[in-house]
């Protein structure tokens, strides 16, 4: 069994204007895809290689392929997908025109009528037309479709297509050639590269207003947060939320540092924001805070008040 797994960050980051894109080749492990086709109502399932085209018995055959999507956290937003087909076996000077279509059913479950149905009702993912190539790398990019139905399936970790030969109203009667993708003995398989972004800022929290003031990154999970009024001690209350979560709860603040340890998200960005419950005699409500990792550690100052929370950004990473 084969995993291919190539996990490529991308991050963009701009001011508070960060984004993180993260770009991902699932895994295909298992189950991974049959040429399915019918003849005159018996319903066949090939294990082992995506192969379209047109037989000589007047078949037409569809397939299928699944992907690992695990790799891909739940909360992401798709943003685009890429099918990276290699193609082989098609004859010189002809392309298969296929179609990439949405899997309505779960390959693994459906009855091989159902399969083969389904591959010819869903909706198209990507463009239509002929743009597979003879013995080459395709690379199709597929439509928002695709990336909202791949989004529905990320709690799943599996992603199913179709691909479905286009009719070129030769009846059938034609052999227009094959590719096969994949099989047990080929180490080409199609690839999904997915990549996506994580919703990440907060806007309000309970009708405050939250700001980010600052990315910060540290390289190890579990963090040490420290806490203490750097000005005037004005009897300023606090509770710090890290990822919706309070980890300090209506503190009142003091000269002295106090301490949490807390551990961080890996695979998204960490959020943590001051939600002050008073201002105390000099507003707004304020506080010294220092991350540490064990290796580095960051510096800053966190003011709020009774309409807005001041925040910052902590991923995980190089
Ligand atoms: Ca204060």
């Known amino acids: 069994m084969r995993i291919l797994l190539l996990v490529v960050f991308i991050g963009l980051v701009s001011g508070l204007k960060a984004q993180w894109n993260i770009t991902v080749t699932p895994s295909k492990i298992e189950g991974f895809t049959g040429s399915v086709r019918n003849l005159d109502g018996y319903y066949e399932k090939f294990d082992g290689a995506i192969r379209l085209g047109k037989g000589s018995f007047y078949s037409f055959f569809r397939g299928y392929a699944i992907f690992d999507i695990s790799s891909v956290p739940d909360k992401a937003i798709v943003k685009s997908i890429r099918l990276i087909i290699n193609t082989k076996h098609i004859p010189e000077r002809l392309s298969v025109p296929v179609e990439i279509t949405k899997l309505p059913v779960n390959p693994r479950q459906a009855s091989l009528e159902d399969l083969y149905n389904s ?42 297509v179709g691909f479905r030969q286009v009719e070129d109203g030769l009846g059938g009667s034609r052999t227009v ?27 309000f929290y309970e009708g405050r207003k939250v700001t980010y003031i600052e990315e910060l990154t540290f390289k190890n999970s579990e963090i ?14 606090i509770s710090l939320y890290l990822n919706g979560t309070p980890v300090v709860s209506k503190y009142l603040l003091k000269r002295e540092r106090e301490l949490t340890e807390v551990k961080l998200k890996t695979d998204m960005p960490n959020d943590l924001f001051l939600y002050a419950h008073n201002e105390g005699m000099n507003p707004p409500n304020t506080v010294a805070i220092r991350i540490s990792d064990g290796i580095t550690d960051q510096n800053f100052i966190l003011e709020s008040d009774l309409n807005s929370c001041e925040a910052v950004l902590i991923k995980v990473g190089r």
């Open 224 to 237: 040490t947060i420290e806490y203490w009024d750097h000005l005037k001690i004005d009897g300023d209350i």
């Open 177 to 203: 050639g094959a590719f096969e993708g994949y099989d047990f003995t080929d180490s080409i398989a199609p690839l999904c590269v997915v990549t996506y972004e994580l919703p990440y800022k907060r806007k």
């Open 119 to 160: 591959i010819n009702s869903g909706i198209l993912l990507g463009p239509s037309g002929d743009y597979l190539k003879t013995k080459s790398e395709n690379v199709i990019q597929l439509n928002s479709v695709a990336n909202d139905d791949l989004t529905s399936h990320l709690e799943q970790n599996w992603w199913a």
